[in-house]
């Protein structure tokens, strides 16, 4: 008779519902050359890392630094031989130049500010800073709309989560420059104090924000370490807090750092050594973002810049010295294994990994 009742109020469950299986987005590397006037392409296969050669983009000039906006649709590449900045619509099979503008002798670096409306240009040669207007369509502004002179070899520029302060570190003059930004009119205005000053033969060279932490790392060219400042958001300014060396102990080889990079979970930082030819590792400390030696990657010859993928799962290291693109694995802890080499051309440059284009809905 239980068994009875039981069977009667017995409900079968419902199926539960299964998550969808979501697909990695298709990825394209981009590698940048001083010896060409191109862009290589790769379509990456989003699982293993590895790479099928796409056919190039032809460039007006020489381009170094490489950068998308956030919808992935506009790509701005400065052409460091020529001094000129152009951008490049990413929404045809075959990107299309937008724009193609004179900037300055030398430009090292590019960043958008927060809301994309303007791009911050430091130049290593001609020793200042620009910000140039680009619109919606990812065209850029025939003039500047600033340009201010600061010191020598600036090399890197970033600006802080909240748009409101910008960094730029110089390699010669052992210098960071601290900036306020307006956004409203693309004005840059010197910090109190404008210049957070080094010792000789430090080098700062480029810069990156933790994503959660109030900390800032910044690679030293010269001295071949890196070091991690605290910084206030009302303030806008840098203190140092440590300071690690990029080569392993005892090794005394002619080296300097290159890119700088942190893993999008913000618990890996990875620094390029060329002349030692590797990619130095630091765990990031998740109270206080100190970082602690992981060890060293080989590479390939003169590893000037790399790039993590945005899922956080591949890295890529153009060897200027070895014209090979190596591809990477980031496995436990951050650490890299090897998924292959390819052949790029003549002393590659830069390496942007960019997903397809954002579509709207």
Same mark, same amino acid.
């Given at each position: 008779m239980l068994s009875l009742l039981l069977a009667c109020l017995w409900v079968e469950p419902a199926p539960q519902s299964v998550p969808p299986v979501l697909q990695r987005p298709a990825?394209?590397?981009?590698?940048?050359?001083?010896?060409e006037t191109r862009l290589a392409r790769f379509r990456q296969n989003p699982e293993t890392g590895e790479?099928?050669?796409?056919?190039?983009? =032809?460039?007006?000039?020489?381009?170094? @630094?490489? &950068?998308?906006?956030?919808?992935?649709?506009?790509?701005?590449? @400065?052409?460091?031989?020529?001094?000129?900045?152009?951008?490049?619509?990413?929404?045809?099979?075959?990107?299309? &130049?937008?724009?193609?503008? =004179?900037?300055?002798?030398?430009?090292a670096?590019?960043?958008?500010?927060?809301?994309?409306?303007?791009?911050?240009t430091a130049y290593y040669v001609s020793n200042k800073v620009t910000v140039h207007k680009i619109d919606s369509t990812g065209h850029l502004s025939a003039e500047p709309v600033q340009s201010l002179a600061t010191d020598r070899c600036a090399h890197g520029v970033q600006v802080d989560r909240s748009n409101r302060f910008v960094f730029v570190p110089h390699t010669a003059a052992n @210098?960071?420059?601290?900036?306020?930004?307006?956004?409203?009119? %693309?004005?840059?205005v010197p910090?109190?104090?404008?210049?957070?000053?080094?010792?000789?033969?430090?080098?700062?060279?480029?810069?990156?924000?933790?994503?959660?932490?109030?900390?800032?790392?910044?690679?030293?060219?010269?001295e071949n370490s890196v070091s991690w400042y605290a910084w206030?958001? %009302?303030?806008?300014?840098?203190?140092? &807090?440590?300071?690690?060396?990029?080569?392993?102990? %005892?090794?005394?080889?002619?080296?300097?750092?290159?890119?700088?990079?942190?893993?999008?979970? %913000?618990?890996?930082?990875?620094?390029?050594?060329?002349?030692?030819?590797?990619?130095? &590792?630091?765990?990031?400390?998740r109270g206080t973002g100190a970082l602690q030696p992981l060890g060293h990657q080989p590479t390939e010859a003169v590893p000037r810049e790399f790039h993590i993928t945005p899922d956080g799962r591949h890295l890529y290291v153009a060897g200027e010295g070895s014209g090979k693109l190596a591809a990477y694995k980031i496995v436990d802890r951050g650490h890299l294994q090897l998924v292959g080499t390819y052949e790029a051309g003549r002393q590659p440059f830069w390496v942007l990994t960019v997903p397809d284009p954002v579509r709207e809905r």
């Open positions: 990825t394209t590397v981009f590698v940048s050359f001083a010896g790479l099928s050669p796409l056919p190039s983009i =032809p460039l007006p000039g020489h381009a170094g @630094a490489l &950068l998308v906006n956030r919808q992935h649709t506009v790509l701005v590449a @400065a052409l460091r031989e020529e001094g000129r900045l152009c951008s490049l619509s990413l929404t045809t099979p075959q990107p299309e &130049l937008l724009s193609d503008v =004179p900037a300055g002798e030398d430009p670096y590019v960043a958008f500010d927060r809301e994309e409306r303007f791009l911050f @210098a960071i420059y601290q900036f306020r930004f307006d956004a409203q009119r %693309g004005q840059l910090n109190h104090p404008p210049v957070l000053q080094r010792p000789p033969h430090t080098g700062p060279r480029h810069l990156v924000f933790h994503p959660r932490l109030p900390v800032v790392y910044v690679n030293n060219e010269q206030e958001d %009302g303030v806008g300014t840098l203190r140092l &807090l440590g300071t690690r060396p990029t080569l392993p102990v %005892g090794v005394e080889i002619p080296n300097s750092t290159a890119d700088l990079e942190l893993h999008p979970s %913000g618990e890996t930082l990875y620094c390029a050594n060329r002349g030692h030819n590797s990619l130095a &590792l630091f765990a990031v400390d």
